[in-house]
């Protein structure tokens, strides 16, 4: 088991900036890929980034279009902490994010393959 507990989350106005955290216990925390995911308010849940690393390549990413450019998903091992760097925020970046672990795949984008999650926490970007 793994688990998952997210903070960082706030209000912000649009074009400032947060930093969210994602703090994992459990099993060990390099031998999952990790995630995050929003779910804005009467829509469906959402990849963001997502984010591996290996010995011989370093970290690998994957980033959803929207956020491309302005979100950076980052991990420390020792720390088994994953973070997302939301810098020029948008009002339809208002959701509450979730960090997710996957336990077998290397790196992905589809929730379906995550299997542990954490409970989320609020982002809200006023105009």
């Known amino acids: 088991q793994v688990q998952l507990v997210e903070s960082g989350g706030g209000l912000v106005q649009a074009g400032g900036s947060l930093r969210l955290s994602c703090a994992a216990s459990g099993r060990p925390f390099s031998n999952y890929a990790m995630g995050w995911f929003r779910r804005a308010p009467g829509k469906e849940r959402e990849f963001v980034a997502a984010?591996?690393?290996?010995?011989?390549?370093?970290?690998?990413?994957y980033y959803a279009d929207s956020v491309k450019g302005r979100f950076t998903i980052s991990r420390d091992n020792a720390k088994n902490t994953v973070y997302l760097q939301m810098n020029s925020l948008k009002p339809e970046d208002t959701a509450v994010y979730s960090c997710?672990?996957?336990?077998?795949?290397?790196?992905?984008?589809?929730?379906?393959?995550?299997?542990?999650w954490g409970q989320g926490t609020q982002v809200t970007v006023s105009s």
């Open positions: 984010i591996n690393w290996s010995a011989r390549i370093g970290p690998n990413t």
């Open positions: 997710a672990a996957a336990a077998d795949y290397y790196i992905t984008k589809n929730q379906d393959d995550y299997n542990y």
